[in-house]
């Protein structure tokens, strides 16, 4: 656990005797009054002899994200291209709500190389969507396992340039949405 220095007195003009940067972020709950936050600070690095400061990661840091909205589809579709500003890994839910004869779907992640722009799948779900419901899949580097309501794993780090695709099977409607939440 990181060493947190004690901050000083509010209104006594004195100085933290660490010199170390502490973020706080402060909100409004509602009610006018303000509630301080601790954020995850961590020391750098000294160049030339010169304190950087501190890199501070908030909880709010956790980036929450629509890759395809809920509507009615007959035909394979990708997201846009996201760009992975540092996380680790992604959970992936698969949203379906009506569904018309006998649809079925599959989720793919794909990774798309800088050089050539062309995807590449790096996830493929293994069995097929048929039927409303929620989906979830994790791609995570590490020893992870499906569980609860996690369908599946790929212990893949999420790379920097990236998108999914969901293949249709056949022209029947199913009525979905793709929502994502990168892991730190």
Known sequence: MAN???????????????????LFQTQDDGDSALQAVLLTCIRSATVNGQLLGALSVGLDDVQEITLLASLART?????????????KGIVLTVSVTSVTDTPSIT???EYKDAVSGVYETLFSAAAAI?????????????DIVAADDVVEVGKLP???TWRINVTHADAD??????GGCYLL
């Open 4 to 22: 947190v220095p004690a901050a000083p007195l509010e209104g006594s003009g004195s100085k933290s005797t660490d010199n170390v940067p502490v």
């Open 75 to 87: 035909a394979s579709n990708q997201s846009a291209d996201q760009t992975n500003r540092g996380a």
């Open 107 to 109: 989720l793919d992640i």
């Open 130 to 142: 048929v039927a409303t419901g929620v989906h979830t899949y994790v791609l995570y580097p590490g």
């Open 158 to 160: 999420l790379p920097r």
């Open 173 to 178: 409607s199913i009525t979905y949405s793709v």
